[in-house]
């Protein structure tokens, strides 16, 4: 009887061990973490921040160093020669169809890549080549106001490192709507747009001459952007964003950067004379995303602003970056 009741529970834990390993070859455990659910637009608090920029500086990071919260993860463990770990946006949702690239190097600076999907659950796995190895991709395109964007992802624990690629690793992946990317980067080039996961919009002008440049603005005068969102990509809250930029004559251009994805009226105001905005560089998605009008007139003083998707394919994505191109307009006084 003792011998048939070992048998009966070897044959339990052998079967219980087949399934979570069938589990996992046929796309990771399910992962149990909490789903929070998406609050309509329309429902959405609403708020508003004031921010000063003086003369001296070229950028302003609108969200700071806010970042909406993380979801939970399963514990995974680490496998031999594999990559593996899950992907959700910020409610907890499993993010299908993510793309996942990984290179290795070996001595001689030679690299193999390997790539990988993730599939319904947000799981993705794959063998990674003998040697030290990074990611150099890691995207999504998803369908942003009526067309295809592909957006970066974040590393869930906050860092990308190299390792021995038959050692294995676990890195888990966040769909942002905004924050800071990769810190390293933002040290040397807070500026730069694609270093956060939010849109940016750039504001170029000239500074007034009564020949040469009649519709600049006066050095020492400010001008006022307002940015009140129309539509929003998984938002908490309605924020609209005012901003006071003093004319200086170090940097005729400021960079808007980490705005929250979605659409935006845009309004200028300059107290030296009305103003609008002209949009000024190429725009590859034209008649899909950018500023409407393309030029603006005394009677049309407010603007829709998208910011600008680099491309539509997820695996041209570089990680830990956002993959936004900046919506560049000018700001122009009317002269009478």
């Not at 810190?183 to 170029?204: C, H, K, S, V």
């Not at 705005?259 to 300059?270: F, R």
């Not at 990680?319 to 560049?328: F, I, L, M, N, T």
């Amino acid at each position: 009887m003792k011998k048939i009741l070992l048998f009966g529970l070897t044959a339990m834990i052998m079967l219980n061990a087949c399934s979570k390993k069938d589990k996992e070859s046929a796309g990771g455990e399910d992962d149990p973490g909490k789903i929070i659910p998406e609050i309509p637009f329309d429902q959405l608090p609403a708020s508003s921040t004031s921010l000063t920029v003086d003369g001296n500086t070229r950028y302003v990071n609108v969200m700071g160093n806010q970042r909406k919260q993380l979801p939970e993860f399963a514990n995974l463990q680490a496998k031999s020669n594999k990559v593996r770990g899950y992907v959700k946006d910020t409610y907890g949702r499993p993010v299908k169809n993510a793309s996942i690239g990984v290179r290795s190097s070996v001595v001689g600076g030679v690299s193999t890549p390997a790539y990988g999907v993730t599939n319904d659950k947000g799981y993705y796995e794959f063998e990674v080549p003998f040697g030290v190895a990074e990611f150099y991709n890691t995207g999504v395109a998803v369908d942003f106001e009526g067309n295809r964007a592909a957006l970066g992802l974040y590393p869930a624990d906050g860092e990308l490192s190299t390792w021995s690629g038959p050692s294995g690793a676990v890195e888990n992946f966040v769909l942002l709507p905004y924050g800071q990317g990769d810190p390293a980067e933002l040290a040397t080039e807070a500026w730069i747009p694609n270093n956060y996961f939010g849109g940016n919009m750039t504001l170029g002008w000239e500074i007034w001459d009564a020949t040469y440049s009649p519709d600049g603005l006066p050095l020492g005068s400010k001008f006022t952007i307002k940015l009140t969102p129309l539509s929003l990509f998984h938002a908490a809250e309605k924020k609209t964003f005012i901003i006071v930029k003093t004319v200086g004559n170090m940097h005729q251009s400021m960079e808007i950067v980490n705005l929250p994805l979605g659409k935006y009226k845009v309004e200028v105001s300059a107290p030296a004379g009305d103003a609008y905005l002209v949009e000024t560089f190429f725009n590859p998605r034209e008649g899909q995303y950018g500023l409407t009008p393309k030029t603006g007139t005394r009677h049309t003083p407010s603007y829709i602003h998208v910011t600008i998707p680099r491309t539509g394919n997820g695996n041209e994505v570089l990680p830990y970056r956002g993959d936004w191109q900046e919506v560049a307009v000018d700001v122009k006084k009317y002269s009478s």
